[in-house]
């Protein structure tokens, strides 16, 4: 029946992702011949470091208008 058929839809999908995944893979590090490295934790920390100003004013923007949704929803009982 058409009810049993439908474990093979994320069966597919899920050979589909698997299998274009390898693909992809395969180019990269056979074709492309590009090696995987680690990069030290030293320039992990700086990089990090470096990007707290650029990631705080994201954070303050996004804080700033779900604020003002909150507010303006409480006082006038707006539903979204």
């Known amino acids: 029946t058409d ?3 439908y474990i093979l ?5 899920s050979f589909g ?3 274009g995944s ?3 893979l395969y180019i ?3 074709k492309h011949k590009i090696n ?3 990069p030290p934790m030293k320039m992990l920390k700086k990089h990090l ?3 707290v100003p650029f990631f705080s004013s994201r954070v303050s923007v996004s804080v700033m208008t779900k604020t003002n949704y909150i507010l303006i929803g409480s006082f006038y009982h707006i539903n979204q």
């Open 9 to 13: 839809v994320p069966l597919f999908t």
């Open 49 to 51: 470091k470096d990007s």
């Open 28 to 30: 990269v590090f056979v």
């Open 17 to 19: 992702l698997l299998l």
């Open 36 to 38: 995987f490295c680690v």
């Open 22 to 24: 390898l693909i992809g």
């Open 3 to 5: 009810s049993s058929r």
